[in-house]
């Protein structure tokens, strides 16, 4: 039998979601995602941050090794910043979308000019992909050095942010930036564009068929997610480097990267990246969906 409509995308041009329900659902949505996939996080950063061809070691050799030396716990090496960082990611991005697709919705009609609901969301995908960004780097730095240890002891998030502010100050927090900001804001502008498309289509199979896809949110998400990172993936290599290694640009960072390894150095561990990033995507926008749902409902009970 025929659904009365495709359900409702909570994303799409112009959708009518309060920063209340989207700081709410994007907070849950980024804290269930993480501590999913915490463990291939991890293991993705290990594969980007290694220096030469020499020591080069395949993804199934970095998470034996891993356990090996360090122990199953060292797969949420890192975690507790990363938490803070995705609980924040996802609250700043969310929040900053809705807020952005409402008031761009607005201009439109107040200017009387219209733009394609895919670039509108590519666009307000940006701009939330810039608030995140700055709201949440300097935990995003603390992550990967955290997961970039192989010391047994594990470092406490305060003691790393205290060597790292006697060494570089308070910029240090913000080292590798401005390969950050390019590489995040093109992949949130291009992640939203995407899903956009993604729901756009699972809606004409629904007109013409009668069939709604299962879990389209998250299988949109998965689509979504793989798109923006197969595009976007040599900047956040780059991004890592500059992270680790302040002392160079990141001019200086990948002309040496390229000297050493070709343009696939770019590439070392993209497919661990997507084994992490696009299942967190799926996740993340189907946990955000169903917040806003969920919390509406909710409020409807009390009333």
Same mark, same amino acid.
């Not at 395949?58 to 090996?68: A, C, D, E, I």
């Not at 995140?132 to 003691?159: G, I, Q, W």
């Given at each position: 039998?025929?659904q009365a409509?495709?359900?409702? &995308?909570?994303?799409? *041009?112009?959708?009518d979601?309060?920063?209340? !329900?989207?700081? #709410?659902a $994007?907070?849950?949505s980024?804290?269930v995602?993480r501590a999913?996939t915490?463990p291939? &996080?991890?293991?993705k950063? %290990?594969?980007q941050?290694q220096?030469?061809? *020499?020591q080069?070691?395949?993804?199934s050799?970095?998470?034996?090794n ?5 122990g199953i ?5 890192? +975690? #507790?910043?990363?938490e803070?960082?995705y ?5 700043s991005?969310?929040?900053? @979308?809705?807020?952005? +697709?409402?008031? =761009?919705r607005e ?5 009387s ?7 509108h969301?590519?666009i307000?995908g ?14 995003d ?5 955290l997961?970039a240890?192989e ?7 305060t /003691?790393v ?6 060494e /570089?100050?308070i910029l240090?927090?913000?080292a590798g930036? %401005?390969p ?8 949130s502008?291009l992640f939203?564009w995407s899903y956009?498309?993604?729901r756009?289509a699972? +809606?004409?199979i629904?007109d013409?068929?009668?069939f709604?896809?299962?879990g ?6 998965f689509t979504?997610g793989?798109t923006a990172k197969?595009?976007?993936?040599p900047l956040d290599?780059l991004?890592k %480097?500059?992270?680790? &290694?302040?002392?160079r640009? $990141? =001019?200086q960072?990948?002309l040496t990267n390229?000297r050493?390894?070709?343009?696939? $150095?770019?590439?070392r561990?993209?497919?661990v990246s ?6 967190s995507s799926?996740?993340? #926008?189907?946990?955000y !969906? @169903?917040?806003? +749902?969920?919390?509406r /409902?909710?409020r409807?009970? #009390?009333?």
């Amino acid at each position: 039998m025929k659904q009365a409509s495709p359900r409702e &995308d909570h994303l799409s *041009k112009g959708s009518d979601v309060s920063p209340a !329900e989207s700081l #709410v659902a $994007g907070s849950i949505s980024g804290a269930v995602a993480r501590a999913i996939t915490a463990p291939m &996080d991890t293991i993705k950063i %290990r594969l980007q941050l290694q220096h030469s061809q *020499k020591q080069h070691i395949s993804g199934s050799q970095t998470v034996m090794n891993l356990l090996k030396k360090e122990g199953i716990k060292a797969l949420w090496k890192g +975690n #507790v910043p990363a938490e803070i960082l995705y609980i924040l990611y996802g609250a700043s991005q969310f929040t900053s @979308y809705s807020y952005l +697709n409402t008031h =761009l919705r607005e201009l439109q009609n107040s200017w009387s000019f219209n733009i394609s609901p895919s670039f509108h969301t590519f666009i307000v995908g940006c701009g939330a992909g810039l608030t995140s960004t700055v709201v949440t780097y300097p935990f995003d730095l603390l992550r990967t050095r955290l997961a970039a240890s192989e010391a047994k002891n594990f470092l406490s998030m305060t /003691k790393v942010a205290k060597h790292l502010h006697e060494e /570089k100050g308070i910029l240090g927090f913000f080292a590798g930036i %401005r390969p950050s900001l390019l590489s995040i804001i093109a992949s949130s502008g291009l992640f939203f564009w995407s899903y956009s498309l993604a729901r756009a289509a699972t +809606n004409r199979i629904y007109d013409k068929f009668g069939f709604q896809v299962w879990g389209v949110e998250a299988v949109c998400g998965f689509t979504a997610g793989t798109t923006a990172k197969g595009i976007t993936f040599p900047l956040d290599t780059l991004r890592k %480097r500059m992270q680790m &290694d302040s002392s160079r640009s $990141g =001019l200086q960072l990948f002309l040496t990267n390229l000297r050493q390894h070709g343009i696939l $150095g770019f590439y070392r561990g993209f497919l661990v990246s997507l084994m992490k990033s696009a299942p967190s995507s799926a996740i993340s #926008v189907f946990v955000y !969906e @169903y917040s806003i +749902n969920f919390t509406r /409902k909710a409020r409807l009970l #009390v009333q």
